[in-house]
């Protein structure tokens, strides 16, 4: 499994070079006035980021399915994520503010920002408690 994951990040790290110099070449020779090489290089960010998140989800899965407990556990874990989005769905605002109406965001869009925002919150009291939680059985323990 070792020497598949090293060739493929070897392939990826070259189709992205030859990407990268491509663009380079682009904004070389064509000049600033050219938003040809700016184009392939967010392109490029963006194919990054979507391989990235791939891999990670595929090795992930791999080894997830490795450990039928450990699958069980994940798969609960999963759909208890899944509720808590759906409540910061639910309970995120609606209505456009004055800023989004200026900027020209959609209320789907909206509602979705607002629905991260408060699943990062309910994610930052749950670390905290969890902390809290461990450090009280810890000194219960002793």
């Given amino acids: 499994m070792e020497k598949s994951i090293k060739r493929i990040?070897?392939?990826?790290?070259?189709?992205?070079?030859?990407?990268?110099?491509?663009?380079?070449?682009?904004?070389?020779?064509?000049?600033?006035?050219?938003?040809?090489?700016?184009?392939?290089?967010?392109?490029?960010?963006?194919?990054m980021v979507l391989v990235a998140i791939v891999?990670?989800?595929?090795?992930?899965?791999?080894?997830?399915?490795?450990?039928?407990?450990?699958?069980?556990?994940?798969?609960?874990?999963?759909?208890?994520?899944?509720?808590?989005v759906f409540v910061c769905y639910l309970i995120a605002p609606s209505e456009l503010s004055d800023v989004a109406k200026r900027v020209g965001v959609s209320e789907n869009?909206?509602?979705?920002?607002?629905?991260s925002i408060n699943f990062a919150y309910i994610t930052f009291a749950g670390v905290i408690v969890a902390l809290l939680g461990s450090m009280i059985y810890m000194k219960i323990k002793k």
């Fill in 55 to 84: 891999l990670i989800l595929v090795f992930a899965f791999a080894q997830i399915a490795s450990n039928k407990k450990q699958l069980i556990s994940t798969l609960i874990m999963l759909a208890v994520v899944a509720v808590i």
């Fill in 109 to 115: 869009i909206y509602r979705w920002v607002g629905a």
């Fill in 9 to 47: 990040t070897n392939i990826i790290l070259i189709v992205i070079a030859a990407v990268a110099i491509v663009a380079g070449f682009f904004v070389a020779f064509k000049g600033e006035e050219s938003q040809m090489g700016m184009d392939i290089s967010m392109y490029l960010t963006y194919a």
